[in-house]
């Protein structure tokens, strides 16, 4: 399970623009990242040098994160950076207030399975917020609706479990019917203060455990760690985010030896 372990870049964004790419994927990939999802990428980013620093630290592209505009507008070049990552994994990872509407989202659900159906070699998925939850659509929040899993709808789920609970939901009821539709999963804590922000993985009110062996259940290839913000340094909230799902990993093994 350790080698489904990643960590998204946007967590470290500024570090990207300080440091390099180059220092940044090797001190992730020491501390034993097995993936880094691209996101955050500094602007101007060379595809090329990406490409090599994933391979020279031996990580996984763990997925990339690509702006809606992109994906509607770009998506041929967005399919030739991900060839060169070597990824298959899509995802809208946000959606400007202009499109947080029932239109805007019948217009973003229409426009990702289009570009499903043209790359289906592609999977294109959805990453989620709480402003999903404040629009309702034929019954249903406007997650629910993006994300219905049907044999039509081809928008696969990248829920964000910290965003689900801040949503006022449940994060291991909420994921129920995206078995076989999750291939990654966004991971943060929330803390136990009246602030309710985010929090190091296993530091905060959110338990991981059943959502982790639900998802050794039902297909998560990559479980994505996520920190938006960082009271500390971020690097040390992702060692710390690391070494309690490394612990909760041995925790699930051990629960399956007592079976």
């Keep these: 399970m350790k ?33 880094l999802q691209l996101s955050g990428l500094p602007v101007g980013y060379d595809q090329e ?26 998506f041929d070049l967005v399919r030739q950076e991900a060839k060169k990552y070597g990824t298959t994994d899509l995802f809208c990872p946000y959606l400007p207030e202009s499109l947080r509407s029932e239109d805007g989202y019948r217009e973003v659900k229409r426009v990702l399975n289009e ?34 899993p049907s044999e ?7 829920i964000d479990v910290y965003w689900v609970a801040k949503g006022g939901q449940d994060p291991l009821n909420y994921i129920q019917p995206y078995k076989g539709r999750m291939p990654i999963i966004h991971l ?33 290839e990559w479980y994505v760690v996520e920190q938006d913000v960082c009271k500390s340094n971020p ?18 093994v051990n629960v399956k030896t007592k079976k």
């Design 188 to 220: 943060k804590d929330m803390t136990t203060d009246e602030e309710e922000t985010f929090a190091e993985v296993g530091t905060g009110s959110i338990d991981f455990l059943p959502i982790l062996k639900w998802g050794e259940q039902h297909g998560i």
């Design 49 to 74: 040098e990406v490409a090599f620093h994933l391979q020279k630290n031996n990580v996984a592209a763990a997925g990339m994160h690509v702006p809606f505009d992109r994906l509607a507008n770009e």
């Design 152 to 158: 039509e709808n081809k928008i696969l789920a990248e």
């Design 115 to 148: 570009v499903a159906h043209l790359a289906p070699d592609l999977r294109i998925g959805y990453h989620n917020h709480a402003f999903e939850f404040d629009t309702r659509i034929e019954g249903r929040d406007a997650l629910a609706y993006i994300l219905e």
């Design 3 to 35: 080698n489904k372990f990643a960590a998204t870049l946007f967590t470290v964004r500024e570090e990207l623009k300080t440091d390099g790419i180059g220092p940044v994927f090797k001190e992730l990939a020491d501390m034993g990242y097995a993936g």
């Design 235 to 252: 690097m040390t909230s992702l060692q710390l985010s690391l070494t309690n799902l490394h612990k909760y990993a041995v925790e699930l």
